[in-house]
């Protein structure tokens, strides 16, 4: 075998995966990443941000969330208290290599007493334990954890993995970009979600059991920074869910960003919106999503082309993410530069096409945003302004569900898959922790133990 374990995907997922590997002394280990190498990414061209060494998570907003029930559904292979115990010490792994040591949304009589008010809104807070890097911060960071693998783990970047090859029911390589076919004992996918596509083909090359998710498809609101204030310095980042009053479906703010920036994101030629903020630059506005979160059953089960197909209607209408007033939505009447400029909340995304929602989202999905920013208005005056401005579309993909044994491999043996790319996270430190449970499960069969 050229290699004992191959490692695809430079994301947090592989990185933990390789880091553990090496802690565990194994040897002969290469990590193959399709973009490039973490010096030579450049997080101005969109195409860049989700792809390259460090993953989606270089450019991310660097919320560590130490929580079970955030970020991933790993309490399904291990007792909660378990996986608790594992991303406290997936946290220690990212503190010991510079993240921040404030850790927010501890518990404080401030925070009870926010969670009643929300309840009195309609509304159910739910608190995370949070580290934030910030996104100056995560580049650093992901920098030591690639010092930490030089020279114990071979890296190629800008090669992407092709096939999988397998041979009597086991994992035996993997065919390169670069027109090499490497063979390993172990290979440990972890594609990310940009990598979703290219897992779900191979999962069906191989007759891999899998099942489509959900799509969360909302907006990115952006207010002024004083309107939250109260909520933000009280938690850091609030999960709020709402159950929208005419289609009684679930809503939830995600991703809140006091003083951050509103960005584009390219996902497979579509341009859709997320926000992030740095440790350091502060802008005057806080920015968080509102989502609905849709799953079909039959005969239509694919959520990501839904997502995609909405998405795709601003793409088309504004040439990419339209930004609207909130009092121009409920007016009827589109957004223009003028009523943009003449508004009090100043865009962080400018190149965002001033435009008209309403074109765009079904007509539950925009009702069930309105009635949960309606609901906010009560924790947060404010947040229903007039000037409130609305980016759309955020999407969130979920990749298929591979099905999984508690080490996390596949059905072909010895070949693993983890992290955003597998279906099972949705966020860092569950993705980073994955990579940890399938690296234990693979020294553990090498050494015997
Ligand atoms: C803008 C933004 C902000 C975010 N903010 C946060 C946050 O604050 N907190 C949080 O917890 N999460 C956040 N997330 C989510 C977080 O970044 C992901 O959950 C995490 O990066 C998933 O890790 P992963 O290793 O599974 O996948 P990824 O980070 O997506 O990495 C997968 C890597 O695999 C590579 N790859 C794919 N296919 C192949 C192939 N065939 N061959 C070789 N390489 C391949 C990709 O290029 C990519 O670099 C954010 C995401 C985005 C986009």
């Known amino acids: 075998m050229d290699y004992e374990v191959i490692i695809i995907g430079g994301g947090p997922a592989g990185i933990f995966a390789a880091l553990t590997l090496a802690d565990l002394g194994v040897k002969r280990v290469l990590l193959v990443e399709q973009g490039k190498d973490l ?3 450049d997080h101005q061209n969109p195409e860049e941000r989700l792809c390259g060494w460090g993953g989606a998570g270089a450019y991310s907003d660097g919320k560590l969330t130490i929580s079970t029930e955030v970020g991933g559904v790993l ?11 594992l991303l406290e010490v997936t ?12 850790v927010f949304g501890e518990y404080t009589p401030q925070l009870e007493d926010l969670a009643d008010r929300a309840r009195l809104a309609d509304l159910e807070l739910i608190p995370d334990r949070i580290r934030h890097m910030g996104t100056d911060n995560c580049l650093s960071i992901l920098g030591r954890f690639r010092e930490s693998l030089a020279g114990r783990v071979d890296m190629a970047t800008e090669t992407t993995a092709q096939d999988l090859i397998t041979e009597g029911g086991s994992i035996r390589g993997v065919k390169l970009s670069d027109g090499r076919t490497v063979s390993a004992n172990f290979i440990v996918a972890a594609p990310g979600r940009s ?23 909302g907006v990115r609101v952006e207010l002024p920074a004083p309107v939250l204030k109260e909520i933000t310095d009280t938690t850091y980042e609030s999960k709020l869910i709402y159950y929208s009053k005419t289609f009684d479906e679930k809503v939830r703010t995600f991703c809140m960003n006091p003083y951050g920036e509103v960005v584009t994101e390219e996902n497979a030629g579509i341009i859709t919106v997320n926000g992030h903020s740095y440790a350091r630059k502060k802008s005057d506005n806080t920015n968080f999503a509102i989502l609905v979160s849709s799953a079909f059953t039959e005969p239509f089960d694919d ?8 998405a795709q209607l601003a793409n088309l209408l504004g040439g990419g993410v339209i930004v609207q007033r909130l009092g121009d939505l409920l007016a009827g ?7 943009i400029a003449r508004g009090l909340t100043r865009p962080t995304l400018p190149e965002a096409t001033p435009g008209d929602l309403s074109f765009v989202f079904p007509y539950r999905h925009l009702l069930s945003i309105i009635e949960m920013l309606q609901a906010l208005e009560k924790l947060a005056p404010g947040t229903c302004s007039r000037h409130t401005l609305l980016y759309g579309v955020e999407v969130k993909f979920y990749s298929n569900r591979i099905e999984l044994s508690r080490d996390l491999e596949t059905q072909v043996r010895n070949l693993f898959a983890i992290g955003d790319g597998a279906g099972i996270t949705r966020g860092l430190l569950q993705a980073s922790a994955s990579g940890i449970i399938a690296a234990r499960a693979i020294a553990g069969r090498i050494t015997g133990n």
């Open 39 to 41: 010096p030579q990414r």
């Open 75 to 85: 309490t399904e292979f291990m007792e909660e208290k378990d996986l608790l115990q």
């Open 333 to 339: 009447r589109r957004s223009t530069a003028k009523r």
């Open 91 to 102: 946290d220690g792994i990212y503190a010991d290599h510079g993240a921040p040591d404030r």
């Open 195 to 217: 990598g979703a596509r290219w897992m779900k083909e191979q999962a069906d090359q191989l007759k891999l059991t899998t099942r489509a998710t959900s799509v969360d498809i």
């Open 303 to 310: 959520p990501i082309a839904y997502g995609r197909s909405v």
